[in-house]
């Protein structure tokens, strides 16, 4: 069941980014881009992203850090020059509050994602160390609430309370990139108290598809329906008292949004 979720899944990917292909976007690889444009690409990160990346050590020192709910994360393997031991830290990939999944390469509709240039950049932020490896993942927490709203003194502070609430909630899933070396794959588990055979998904796309909502906002009038203009009920367009006219003539059914919302309920 599980294998073929996945085969699907790739397929509607792969089936995703032939569409845009042939309208001219393209999503890249960071590593086969041409040297120039990797410069411009990292000069744009540095200057407006990279200020915001922190990375947290994994080791016995420092507690597992804590993940949030649906963030993209780089678990980043690495060593301090002529030591034998390996060191580990989660880097997070700043994506939501104004920071783009893709990054823009040119002046053209191509892009790279901000992981794979985060993950080619990485001596910037660890200087004088080896880099290993850069593994993508994310963690999925519990977003069920169980709150009885109408014993609520005030639901705006309940609803509030949840929301905050929801950030801590149990996890539920980890997903991971296909390729992760599994012993990486079972030490994310074991950290976050994951059962690796159940509760671990990986995946030879990308992790979060729903960052491709950012390519639909790209303006290119061809690709998008023209604007529609919505009309005006008949049994409205008398300027007489609303009610007045319902009282008349009885209820009128209305069709949104095929018929205005702004003269007809807002009215």
């Known amino acids: 069941m599980l294998a073929e979720f996945r ?7 792969n089936a995703i980014m032939e569409d845009l292909r042939r309208h001219g976007i393209r999503v890249h690889e960071f590593a086969r881009l041409w ?9 744009v990160y540095r200057r407006n992203i990279f200020p915001l990346v922190t990375p947290l050590a994994m080791d016995p020192a420092h507690p597992f850090p804590f993940i949030s709910n649906l963030s993209l994360n780089l678990l980043v393997t690495l060593r301090f020059p002529n030591e034998p031991e390996l060191t580990m830290a989660r880097v997070k990939v700043p994506v939501g509050a104004g920071v783009p999944r893709f990054l823009r390469v040119g002046s053209e509709n191509s892009f790279v994602m901000l992981e794979d240039v985060m993950a080619h950049s990485l001596e910037e932020l660890f200087p004088g160390m080896e880099i290993e490896s850069a593994e993508v993942f994310r963690v999925t927490r519990n977003a069920n609430t169980e709150r009885d709203e109408e014993e609520a003194d005030d639901l705006l502070a309940m609803i509030e309370s949840e929301l905050r609430e929801r950030k801590f909630a149990p996890i539920v899933r ?10 990486h794959r079972g030490m994310l588990a074991a950290e976050l108290g994951l059962d690796e055979e159940t509760e671990v998904f990986g995946t030879d796309v990308m992790i979060g598809m729903r960052d491709l909502m950012e390519l639909a906002s790209l303006d290119i009038p061809e690709l998008r329906y023209p604007t529609h203009q919505a009309i005006n009920n008949v049994a409205l367009q008398d300027r007489d008292n609303i009610f007045h006219i319902i009282r008349e003539n009885g209820p009128i059914l209305l069709h949104h949004p095929y018929e205005s919302f702004a003269t007809s309920v807002v009215r």
Request: glycine share 0%; net charge positive.
């Open 174 to 183: 980890l997903q991971t990139d296909a390729r992760i070396n599994p012993t």
């Open 7 to 13: 085969r699907e899944k790739k397929e509607a990917y």
């Open 35 to 43: 040297k120039d444009k990797q410069d411009a690409v990292r000069e």
